[in-house]
């Protein structure tokens, strides 16, 4: 299995970026969609969720009406939307699947996110 993110950068404050994740190895369509995010001394945060099927999704608070998570089966692929990033959105982002019957969890590396001027 392997989970592979990209998109990662440094943007400006109230910028946007696209982050995107291929999946590869697995039925993708048989796995939800997360995208958590850390930063040094503090714990993991549970950014986007989003469904096998792609129907619900749910959003860190702090990210609402800026952020947007989605996912194509055909590409095996997740992609987060980030708009009016903000400093405080600074973090390395990692993208991951759990499984929907078994909750079995396959990370990828991680991309960093730098928002500043």
């Known amino acids: 299995v392997q989970i592979v993110e990209s998109g990662g950068g440094l943007v400006q404050p109230g910028g946007s970026l696209t982050l995107s994740c291929v999946a590869t190895?697995?039925?993708?369509?048989?796995?939800?969609a997360i995208w958590h995010r850390q930063t040094p001394g503090k714990e993991r945060e549970l950014v986007a969720f989003?469904?096998?099927?792609?129907?619900?999704?749910r959003l860190l608070d702090s990210v609402k009406g800026r952020f947007s998570i989605s996912r194509d089966n055909d590409k095996d692929t997740v992609s987060l939307q980030m708009n009016s990033l903000k400093p405080e959105d600074t973090a390395v982002y990692y993208c991951?699947?759990?499984?929907?019957?078994?909750?079995?969890?396959?990370w990828g590396q991680g991309t960093q996110v730098n928002v500043s001027s």
């Open positions: 991951g699947i759990r499984g929907i019957s078994s909750g079995t969890e396959f």
């Open positions: 190895g697995v039925p993708f369509d048989e796995y939800h």
């Open positions: 989003i469904t096998e099927d792609g129907y619900n999704t």
